[in-house]
Every structure is written in structure tokens, then in C-alpha cells.
């Protein structure tokens, strides 16, 4: 299902509204699985809130007894409402980047308002990542889904903040600090596109990002295939093989046994799942390494031997084990020149979401776009 | 060596020279604003008089005058022609290079000349829209550099311009 509904006039330029005590600045990583919010005030330097929410929307189902779902909320957020699976219709309103579901989208965005500014007094202006070529209706969705709720937005592709919420503030000019706006290439892994970006100092063009239509949810759907053919009628649920996956997915030569163990039919079972973990994973390097090295021969031969240096991999993909040294082999084997892929931390989560607020602190008044109804 | 068809220019005190002179800023004052072309007779011969006056009467005359204004004009009008496919070219050019450097207003760009809609110049065809927007892919080289942040907002705010133009 997509929007059709017209496109919002976006400006530059006020409408006359009401006069708001206070601006909150946000930071909004919209995740197809997870996303991420960090807040502070405009003019400040904190961060006052930061989170990360799954991406599920939770419609509680008719005729459920009153206390069952705390507060008796018709709709629940992220953790809650996947703690209420068996009570709620669940939606996940972001697929492969893009929102598909636009009324569970906007849900989504009041509740993110919501958390930044529970009272519902304060103009909020939002800097939202979106997938690297990400196209105008995909722009305009976003649009749609915060009109009425944010005041002012800004789209910025997720790879370009995730570059810059690597960047390490505190350190620019510090001899020996590789400064990665200035020249590195991201490998941004999520849920449902693996963005890869060169990033050299000005803003990437449409030939410097290419985003591929397979992550960690296409892993999800190869290892579900593999696993229901190894064992048929295991039962096990979506969200059940995504935990497998987080917690033993793994690139490079396949390793076996990793035995898994799973509850099917209420019974305790170890499954062998070396094979299916390793061949569903792999297929995510097939599949991102000719955008690598497209981007790598994008780049001038001054400075593509730092750049080499500076293959950094985030999102969720970047926890799946082996992948910056799998990476880092296969460019040395095709001859490469000494490159170093490195992997961005346990900070990954929240890379899009720092960037996106620190573009944010860093916007000038005429660059935040109005939302006008 | 080719036997010249025009009188040579390069006498720099010369009458010929100094009618030349006269009658290329004409042409260029008209091209700059299209209001002053209305004039551009009477200046024409207002310039054919001042010659006259300073190097003697038979100096230079009607005929010169026509050669001269002939030449000038089609110089002028050629090199509007010129700079106007030029200058979106070489902007596009340079944004790839300094994308939030280079920031040309719509209003400082060259209106068309009148000489690229007259019908009398050749005409050459509209930039095709990889011409318009997208510069060819280069090889990449990093600013040595940084940008502020802001700055590399108004490269992407630039780029998601040129492409709601295509």
C-alpha cells in the first residue's frame, strides 16, 4: 500500500501560526526495524532525549478486558507493543526504507513527538534520514506523515549523517584524526537497504550513494526459507528468526555446528544453523560488494588511497560477525591497495539519528522546510 | 598571408579605430539593455560626428560607419550567443567541484539575448537535461577541507533543486 495523496506544499517561508514557548530540535533516524530519536533544545548542546524505538505499531484488538494493555491505550509504541503481540494487530509502517503503511507512519510520528515534547507546547523541527536515493515519493510520504505534527523538517540521506555522526567533534584538527566527512566511503547495513556513500567533503551526489534493496530483513527471509526447509513446520515466528540472526549472524566461510537452541512445539530443540547463517549472510556481501568497488572507482586516484582507508561499516548490518574483515580480504585479493574497512562501534543505532541532529543545531533558518496543510 | 577584407583595428589613435571603439560599446549597451536600442542610431551617428570633429571630416564617413556597425553588431550578438550556452555549463561544471560554493540566482542569470531570439542568429539546440542538471560522473576528489555543516545542506538543498527542475 502506498500514499496517493497530493503533495504537500513544503516552504521556506512561514505561515502565520500560533507563537510556540520553545524549539526542540530532533535527530530522526527512521528505521525500517529500529529507529532512533535524539532531542535537545535549540541553542543548547544537549541531548535531552535519546532512544531507540522499534519500528511496529501496535492497534490493540476489540474486546480485549479492561487493565490487560497498561492505560488501556488503544494504540501501543515499539517495545510495548511487541510485548502485546498477542493483543495487537501489528504494523510495521516502514518497508525497505519507505513508508508503506502512511496512517501507522504518522501514529509512529506522534508518538516520537510525544516523547520529545509530552506536552505538546514546543515547535519542533525534525532532520529525518532517508535512504540513499531515496525518490520524491518516498520524500513526499514523509512529508504527508509529518504534517501536523513536526513544524519544520529537513531530509538528509541517512549514509551522508551517518558520516557525520561518526565524526568525532572534539578531535577535527587533531593531528593523526581522519576526519571521515572528508574522505571516507559507509557501508550503512539496516533493515531494509544497505546504503553505501562516498563522502568527500561536500555533499554526496546521486553518483556518490547507491542503495540496495537487501539487508537484514532479506537475511531474515533467506535464513526463514533455509531454516523451514532443513526443518519443516518449526513454527518459528519472524521476530523469532530476526533474534537468531542478531545474535549469530556471520559472513566468511561457513562454520558449523552453531547450534541454536529454539522452543518448537513447547519443547527444547538445537538446531544446526551454521550453514543457513552463514549462506543467508553472505549473500549480503554478493550483493553490496560491486556497489563497493563502483564507488571506489568514482573516486580520483589522489585521494582514492586514504579512502581505502576509510571503509566504515554501520547500521545493524555492522554487528554480523566477520563483515569488515570478509570485506577488507576480498578488496585486498582483487588487488586493492592496503584497504582497511572498519566496523562504526557499538554506537551504530544511534550514528543517522547524531547526524541528523547535529545538521539539525547546524541548519540555517532558511534552510527548514515548513509543512503547510 | 590572407589579405584583409576589413580595415585593420589596431592603430590605437586612428579614427577608424576610435569609430570602432564608439560603435562596439553602442552595440554592447544595446544588447545590455534593449531600451537603449531605439537609440542606437542616433548614437551611431553622434559617434560618426565626434570622429569627425577630432581627426578631420574626411577622416572616416557614412560607408565606414555602416561596415563598422555591420561587424560590431554581429561580434557583440555572437559572443551573447556564446556566453549564454556557456555560462549554465560551466555553473554546472563548478557546482561538482564546490557544490555550495557556487550559487548563481536565477536573476543574475543572462537573460536570453536578443540575438539568440531574433530568427538572424543560428539558433543551437536547449542543453539536453543530463547537460541541465547532471554534470557527466567524474572522478571524485575530496575538499581539502571540510565544509561546515550548513553549507553542505545548501549543496543537497541545491541538488534536490536541479532535480525537481528535471
Known sequence: ?373 | MIAPTFKAASTADSPWAELVRLCRQICIDSERDPEKRSNSGLLFSRALSDVQSRFGATSVGEADLEKIIATEANRVADAAVTAELLLPKLVAALRTQMPTVISVPAATMPAPSPAATSGTTPQFPPPSPAEKGTPPPSRKSPRAAPMNVADLIDGMLDQDKNENRR
Open chain 1, 1 to 373: 500500500m502506498s500514499t496517493t495523496n497530493p503533495p504537500i506544499p513544503a516552504s521556506n517561508t512561514p505561515a502565520a501560526r500560533p507563537a510556540k514557548s520553545k524549539t526542540i530540535l530532533i535527530g530522526f533516524d527512521l528505521g525500517t526495524n529500529k529507529s532512533c530519536v535524539l532531542a535537545g533544545s535549540a541553542g543548547s548542546t544537549d541531548i535531552a532525549i535519546s532512544k531507540v524505538v522499534p519500528s511496529v505499531v501496535g492497534y490493540v484488538k476489540e474486546g480485549i478486558v479492561d487493565g490487560i494493555i497498561a492505560g488501556n491505550n488503544p494504540i501501543l509504541f515499539g517495545e510495548d507493543a511487541l510485548k502485546n503481540l498477542l493483543h495487537v494487530n501489528l504494523i510495521q509502517p516502514i518497508t525497505e526504507g519507505v513508508i508503506t503503511r502512511p496512517d501507522a507512519a504518522k501514529d509512529f510520528f506522534r508518538h516520537i513527538r510525544s516523547i520529545v515534547d509530552p506536552s505538546n507546547s514546543s515547535e519542533i523541527r525534525a532532520v529525518v534520514g532517508i535512504p540513499a536515493n531515496a525518490d520524491q515519493k518516498a520524500r513526499e510520504d514523509i512529508r504527508q506523515c509529518a504534517l501536523g505534527v513536526f513544524d519544520r523538517i529537513l531530509l538528509i540521506p541517512e549514509p551522508f549523517l551517518a558520516a557525520l555522526g561518526f565524526r568525532d567533534d572534539t578531535r577535527l584538527g587533531q593531528p593523526g584524526y581522519v576526519d571521515p566527512v572528508t574522505n571516507s566511503l559507509f557501508i550503512d547495513i539496516g533493515g531494509g537497504t544497505s546504503d553505501i556513500c562516498l563522502v568527500q567533503g561536500y555533499f554526496p551526489s546521486r553518483e556518490d550513494q547507491i542503495s540496495i534493496p537487501f539487508a537484514g530483513d532479506a537475511i531474515d527471509e533467506l535464513l526463514q526459507t533455509e531454516l523451514n526447509r532443513l526443518y519443516p513446520n518449526n513454527g518459528l515466528s519472524h521476530l523469532k528468526v530476526r533474534e537468531i540472526k542478531e545474535t549469530n549472524s556471520y559472513v566468511g566461510p561457513i562454520r558449523k555446528p552453531i547450534d541454536v537452541r529454539v522452543i518448537i512445539g513447547g519443547k527444547a530443540h538445537n538446531l544446526d544453523l551454521g550453514e543457513a547463517l552463514g549462506n543467508s549472510a553472505n549473500a549480503l556481501i554478493d550483493k553490496i560488494y560491486p556497489a563497493l568497488t563502483t564507488l571506489i572507482s568514482r573516486a580520483s586516484s589522489d585521494s582514492v588511497v586514504t579512502l581505502l582507508q576509510n571503509i566504515i561499516v554501520t547500521g545493524g548490518g555492522s554487528q554480523i560477525k566477520g563483515i569488515d574483515t570478509v570485506l577488507q580480504k576480498r578488496l585486498a585479493d582483487d588487488g586493492y591497495e592496503s584497504p582497511k574497512v572498519k566496523l562504526a562501534g557499538q554506537d551504530y543505532k544511534r550514528y543517522v539519528a547524531l547526524g541528523a541532529l547535529k545538521a539539525a543545531r547546524a541548519a540555517r533558518e532558511n534552510q527548514w522546510q515548513y509543512l503547510l496543510s
